[in-house]
C-alpha cells in the first residue's frame, strides 16, 4: 500500500456561511481527494499543520455530486461538473487552525 502526502490528500479548503459557522464550533471543512479514508485525513491534516500542534478528534466524510450545467449558447446535452469528497474535521478542545479564515 502507497501512502500519499499530505499534500496531495488534501486538497484545499471550502470556505461558505455554513463552514463558518462550523469554524466557530471548532470543525473545519476541507475539499479532499476521492480515495482518502478517514484515517488518511485525519493523518494528512495532523502533518500538515504539525507546526500549530493540533490533534484531530473526529472526521466525517461526504461525497459530493458534481452539478449539472448547460452551455447556454447551444441547446446540446448538459455537461456535469466533476464529483468531490469533503471532510468535516473536529479540532479538539480550545484548538484553532490559524490562518484559513484570513484576519476572521
Known amino acids: 500500500m502507497t501512502t ?4 496531495e490528500i488534501i486538497i484545499g479548503p471550502v470556505i461558505t456561511e455554513r463552514t463558518y459557522l ?8 476541507f ?11 485525519k493523518h494528512a ?11 484531530v478528534k473526529r472526521v466525517n466524510t461526504v461525497h459530493m455530486r458534481g ?3 448547460r452551455n447556454f449558447r447551444r441547446i446540446g446535452p448538459v455537461g456535469r461538473t ?3 469528497k469533503k471532510a468535516i474535521v473536529t479540532l479538539g478542545e480550545g ?5 484559513l479564515f484570513g484576519s476572521v
Not at 500519499?4 to 499534500?7: E, M, T, V
Not at 462550523?22 to 471543512?29: K, P
Not at 475539499?31 to 485525513?41: D, L, P, R
Not at 484548538?95 to 490562518?99: A, D, R, S, V
Open 4 to 7: 500519499k502526502a499530505a499534500s
Open 22 to 29: 462550523l469554524y466557530s464550533q471548532g470543525r473545519y471543512t
Open 31 to 41: 475539499k479532499v481527494i476521492a480515495t482518502a479514508s478517514k484515517t488518511e485525513i
Open 45 to 55: 491534516l495532523e502533518e500538515q499543520y504539525e507546526s500549530q500542534g493540533i490533534q
Open 67 to 69: 452539478k449539472k450545467r
Open 82 to 84: 466533476t464529483d468531490w
Open 95 to 99: 484548538q484553532k487552525i490559524e490562518g
